[in-house]
């Protein structure tokens, strides 16, 4: 059974920085697109960054320049690492995995889910 678990939210201050991980069993996703998923209260889940089997990225304007995307095919696993974060980043980030390793932005296009993770920037 293919699972994906995130780690690394919290609370932290407007300005901090912190680095979600997230892990993949149960299949190997050196094909997989793998990407990062956001979803803020009142607010449809909208796409944050991903990155594809070949390592190309893509961001949502909104973080560009603060967030970074990474992979370890090694270790099944994916990375966001978050800087100068704001309060509107507040909100609960998933992490999702896509067959065939394309990038997609619409979160229909994922196969598989985390359960995801609280991230709360305080002002």
């Known amino acids: 059974q293919v699972q994906l678990v995130e780690s690394g939210g919290g609370l932290v201050q407007a300005g901090g920085s912190l680095r979600l991980s997230c892990t993949a069993s149960?299949?190997?996703?050196?094909?997989?697109?793998l990407a990062w998923f956001r979803q803020a209260p009142g607010k449809e889940r909208e796409f944050v960054a991903g990155?594809?089997?070949?390592?190309?990225?893509s961001y949502t304007d909104s973080v560009k320049g603060r967030f970074t995307v990474s992979r370890d095919n090694t270790k099944n696993s994916v990375f966001l690492q978050m800087s100068s974060l704001k309060p509107e980043d507040t909100a609960v980030y998933y992490c999702?995995?896509?067959?065939?390793?394309?990038?997609?932005?619409?979160?229909?296009?994922?196969?598989?889910w985390g359960q995801g993770t609280q991230v709360t920037v305080s002002s």
């Open positions: 990155i594809s089997w070949s390592g190309d990225t």
């Open positions: 999702a995995a896509r067959g065939g390793g394309g990038l997609r932005q619409r979160d229909r296009d994922y196969n598989y």
């Open positions: 149960g299949g190997t996703f050196w094909n997989y697109a």
